[in-house]
């Protein structure tokens, strides 16, 4: 549906807004009026020292610059501008859904180890998801929307103050825009962008909700296992205590058989070099005396030498038959030692077995939360750029005024100024007179920057040869007498903007000005 002039409500935003202490006075035609000679005269260049001749006010006119408000839900709505060849572009990427819904029926049919195969797969679409490659992407034009956020921001404030003129006005011409077709892209842009959060955390749930029901399935596999090889390990434990006692009997039986065999050994051996260290110890004392009494004791001296021969060949006898005998103790005690770790060794090999099973089902456990948050993570970055497009059009959107849809006329002020058969021309856009300083006046006025910075390229439009006579026949210079502008720039007076001197220094200038015109 394209609109024109005659199809929509047309609504008319004040040019003058008073600040009071609760909301915003809007001020009448004659304030405009007189607000409009004030503001015009106070940029005109006047006489000075390098200049022969100051400018003179040509023209003086109230434009309209249209709008077109449209909504596009029940409370929200979009600006229109019919004059700017502007448009809003929005790039949508829609997740290729075929590829994730394949992928979930694969995973809910997997089991086991399988399941982390298809987690790794969801978690590589996932992935190009985000990156923007399993993705359509989708490019929304909007035409002629305004995408200037201060200008919508800054407009709010005037939509809710709708007024009448009665003061001579030109609307700028316009195009008809499509402004139905506008609002049916940002609608459907909105749904795809609902239905794909949507669908984003319907994924999210459902690879969750088989995590959890894996989860459960092989946690009662590897309970199972474990349950087998806690069995396995009591059966196992009571078998090797059994065996080690028996090994123990045995070899308790292997050193007492040792101990029968050398101990009676070197007890013999003890005992004969016991009696011979005695018979050393005799003949030495035999010898001793037989010296005292001067005998010869050579044969004596002799039997001692070999005595201590056969002493020391018992001794070492004896120091063989304990090595023996020790050797033989350690090959025993290291022989069950070696038979008796063996047998502890079968309980740790399932216990080191059944850790490893725990091991793994922990392991597994992990990998697959460690895939799901990296899915849940791609998706919910894929997730943020979507609601990114969202605040996109947000951010240029405005709730609907009482005033409701329809096209509303931004008031401007158009100077132009001659001199010396040289021009030139201005435009002021929408005022807010607020409260002044403690030295200067009591009110000052305040260009709105927002619809300022927007609509400065507007008196490109309004300096063309084709407005030329309507803007001559709508001069508010020509059209407003004196007197009525007088009443007007006392008006501001009272309310502290100019001195009642700065009245009549304006409104004799512009008096000459009148003439010349």
Known sequence: ???????????????????????????????????????????????????????????????????????????????????????????????????????????????????????????????????????????????????NPSFVNDLKTLLNYTTTYSLPYIEIPWVSVNYAEVSEKIRKTLNVINDLVNYVSDVVGKVNELLDNWKVSVQKEYEKKIAVLDQKIKEVREEVLKNVEELR????????????????????????????????????????????????????????????????????????????????????????????????????????????????????IQEA????????????????????????????????????????????IYTSYVSNGSSRSIITTPVILESGGWLGPKIRPVVVEGLSKYLSWSKDLIDKEEMRSELEAKNLLTSISLERIEVSLMRFADMGLLSKDEVKEIVNSVGEQKKMS
């Open 1 to 147: 549906m394209r609109f024109s002039e005659s199809s929509l409500k047309k609504s008319y935003l004040p040019f003058l807004l008073r600040k009071t202490a609760e909301s915003y006075q809007k001020l009448g035609d004659d304030e405009v009026a007189g607000f409009a000679v004030y503001w015009s005269e106070s940029e005109r260049k006047k006489p000075g020292i390098l200049r022969r001749r100051g400018e003179r006010i040509k023209n003086i006119a109230l434009i309209f610059y249209p709008v077109l408000l449209t909504s596009y839900s029940s409370g929200s709505a979009v600006l229109i501008d019919p004059l700017r060849k502007s448009k809003l572009v929005v790039t949508l990427n829609v997740v290729k859904k075929e590829l994730v819904d394949s992928a979930l029926v694969e995973l809910a049919a997997s089991s086991g180890k399988s399941f982390l195969d298809v987690m790794v797969k969801i978690d590589k679409i996932t992935e190009g998801v985000a990156s923007g490659k399993n993705v359509v992407k989708e490019v929304v034009e909007l035409e002629n929307v305004v995408s």
């Open 249 to 364: 009997k045995k070899k308790e039986e292997e050193l007492a058989g040792l101990r029968d065999r050398y101990v009676p050994s070197m007890e013999a051996i003890e005992k004969r070099i016991k009696e011979t260290q005695d018979s050393v110890k005799k003949l030495e004392e035999e010898i001793e005396k037989a010296k005292s009494y001067g005998k010869d004791v050579s044969d004596m001296r002799k039997r001692l030498s070999e005595l201590k021969k056969t002493l020391e060949s018992l001794e070492k006898e004896l120091e063989s038959e304990k090595t023996k005998y020790e050797n033989e103790v350690k090959r025993v005690e290291k022989k069950f030692e070696e038979l008796m770790e063996a047998e502890n060794n079968k309980v740790k090999a399932i216990l080191q077995e059944r850790e490893a099973l725990q091991h793994e089902f922990d392991s597994i």
């Open 369 to 412: 939360n460690k895939r799901s948050d990296k899915i849940r993570s791609n998706l919910q970055e894929y997730r943020e750029g979507l609601i990114k497009v969202e605040k996109e059009i947000e951010g240029v959107s405005l709730s609907i005024p009482s005033g409701g849809e329809g096209l509303y006329m931004i008031p401007l």
